[in-house]
Every structure is written in C-alpha cells, then in structure tokens.
C-alpha cells in the first residue's frame, strides 16, 4: 500500500479502471469538503451541474437552510423558519405552487411532484397528478393542484 493518500487515489483509479469524470468528481468533492468556508457548511446551499432550467443559477443564498430535495429539473429547500423555497423548472406548478406559510418540518420532492409536512403533522402536496401523487394524500392533506 502506497504512503501517500494522493498516491493511493491515483493507482486506485487507475486499478479499478474507473471512468476519467468520476475520478474528477471524487476530486472536487474532496476539495469542497475540505476547503469550504465554515458559513457554507452551516445552513448554506451550493449546487452543481446540469442548468437548463436554472436550477444551479437560481441557487438561494443565504444559510438558514436546514433541509433540501431534488426533483426532476427544480429543487426544494427547507428554511430554519419552517418555510419552503423552490426554484428550477415550473412544470405542473411546481415553483410557482410552492406554499407560502411556514411550519413546514419536512420536504420531499418526487419526478414532478413535491410534499411537505407540517408541525401539525398534516402533508401538502403540490405538482403533476397523473397516478394519485397528489390526490391520494393521506387523510388530513392538503392538495395544491
């Protein structure tokens, strides 16, 4: 076994033959973690990748951020305050229905579709409706159609 760790990584890469852009990923994400201010590992959001309907350049600032989800092509994310901000593709409402109150405590975002829980335990559901994602909530939710 080699002494040094980035020699390690070098001829492991090259052992396992894995493809070029994953030895590259592994790389930057070694660098993020390691060289990230501390605001951005505390409540910040950074994003990476694909654009084509904003979802990198549209990224909220700021670090009152304590949950994110990613759908197909827009995101979610889940602010201190218990309010929901989302940004990326609009299909089937999916920005632009976003709720607008706070007391969410959770968020998960499906293909196109999104949930929320709220403290009082009841689930919004906002997005495409096409196999009951959004119409077969459980009791108690509420539909943003």
Same mark, same amino acid.
């Given at each position: 076994?080699?002494?040094?760790?980035?020699?390690?990584?070098?001829?492991?890469?090259?052992?396992?033959?894995?493809?070029? /852009?994953? =030895?590259?990923?592994?790389? %930057? *994400?070694?660098?993020?973690?390691?060289? +990230?201010?501390?605001? !951005?590992?505390?409540?910040?959001?950074?994003?990476?990748?694909?654009?084509?309907?904003?979802?990198?350049?549209?990224?909220? /600032?700021? =670090?009152?951020?304590?949950? %994110? *989800?990613?759908?197909?092509?827009?995101? +979610?994310?889940?602010? !201190?305050?218990?309010?929901?901000?989302?940004?990326?593709?609009?299909?089937?409402?999916?920005?632009?229905?976003?709720?607008?109150?706070?007391?969410?405590?959770?968020?998960? *975002?499906?293909?196109?579709?999104?949930?929320?829980?709220?403290?009082?335990?009841?689930?919004?559901?906002?997005?495409?409706?096409?196999?009951?994602?959004?119409?077969?909530?459980?009791?108690?939710?509420?539909?943003?159609?």
């Amino acid at each position: 076994m080699p002494q040094k760790t980035t020699t390690f990584w070098k001829e492991g890469i090259m052992r396992n033959k894995l493809h070029k /852009s994953f =030895s590259t990923i592994v790389l %930057i *994400a070694l660098i993020a973690v390691l060289c +990230l201010p501390d605001f !951005a590992r505390a409540g910040a959001i950074l994003s990476w990748g694909w654009d084509y309907d904003s979802q990198v350049n549209n990224t909220p /600032s700021g =670090s009152e951020y304590i949950g %994110i *989800a990613g759908g197909s092509n827009y995101n +979610l994310a889940l602010r !201190a305050d218990g309010s929901i901000v989302s940004w990326g593709s609009d299909n089937y409402g999916l920005v632009s229905n976003t709720p607008t109150e706070s007391g969410f405590t959770a968020i998960a *975002a499906g293909y196109f579709h999104s949930l929320a829980l709220k403290e009082d335990g009841s689930i919004l559901s906002w997005g495409k409706d096409d196999a009951g994602q959004i119409s077969d909530a459980p009791e108690g939710g509420v539909l943003l159609l």
